[in-house]
């Protein structure tokens, strides 16, 4: 499929952006790294980026501080832009999306079918940064510009490590560091560093965590109360699954925090025996084969053991696939 991302723009007065609750760092490099881009090649247009408050440790990504959060009420949009996710997980944004004249959806998971009058889904593509990347003139970039797509880059691979990184992936990245912002700064400010209570609240995660499925599946819990006691918000338990997947013999991951009574919000990492994706499409959610989430109800128990039941089902084929 074709696309031609300033002819789906050209002519429009009024452009909105968003991307998914929770925004990561993909998320906010995608929607600032579009900002950016349309405001210099369409400099007629007004362009406004919508995202829940993104953590701090984004602020030097230039349209940081212009995002609104607020979600005010507005006059339709005339192109509306849902970045690295469904409509249905926009959030407040949702309603700019259904009300735009015209829709676009710009994604890379491959749990995404498309919710827009225009979908470009490339589930090949390690993250919608990469895509964007694509998708931009590259006489166009800049280094404001080239430093937000490589923050998404970095978040979405796990700095390079995940199996979503590819050769071309690579290359990219070097054309973007070619533009001289500090990247191994970037890096270890983004992606590594963490406040001391951050670290706390990790270390206990991590100490409270419980093995099963003869010890190839790890999980912990982080209750409200702890994150009250704490003073904590969802991004700062950032990493703790990729640290719990970190641990050696295990498989999957997973770490739940709650966000209501009798409500967790899952996130998952794997290893080629179990496509976490997958898992986390029998409960509404979504993501990649080795990284996905999703939001469950019931209590901690409840959750593992329908978790655990799909997960037993991949392993299990997996086995049998291998002896035979």
Sequence with gaps: M???LL???EN????GISGHVRPDGDCVGAVLGMQMYLRKCLPGAEVKAFLEKPAEIFREIQGYDGIDSAFPTEEPFDVFLALDCTADRLGEAEKYFRAAHKTVNIDHHVTNSG?????????ETGSTCELLYDLFDPDRLDRELAMALYVGIIHDTGVFQYSNTTPATLEKSARLISYGFDFPRLIQETFYQKTYVQA??????????????????????????NMDFYDVEPSDLDGIVNQLRNIEGI??????YQTDVQEF???MRSDEKVNVAEVAMHFGGGGHARAAGCTMRGNFYDCINNLSLHIS????????AQAD
């Design 115 to 123: 919710s827009g009058d225009i979908n470009y889904i490339r589930p």
């Design 200 to 225: 706390q609240i990790m270390g206990r995660a991590l100490m409270e965590s419980i093995r099963f499925m003869n010890n190839t599946c790890i999980v912990s819990v982080v209750y409200k109360k």
């Design 251 to 256: 498989s999957c991951a997973i770490f739940m």
């Design 7 to 9: 002819k789906e723009c």
């Design 265 to 267: 919000k899952v996130s």
């Design 12 to 15: 429009a007065k009024r452009i």
């Design 313 to 320: 089902e991949q392993m299990k084929e997996n086995e049998g």
């Design 2 to 4: 074709s696309f031609d």
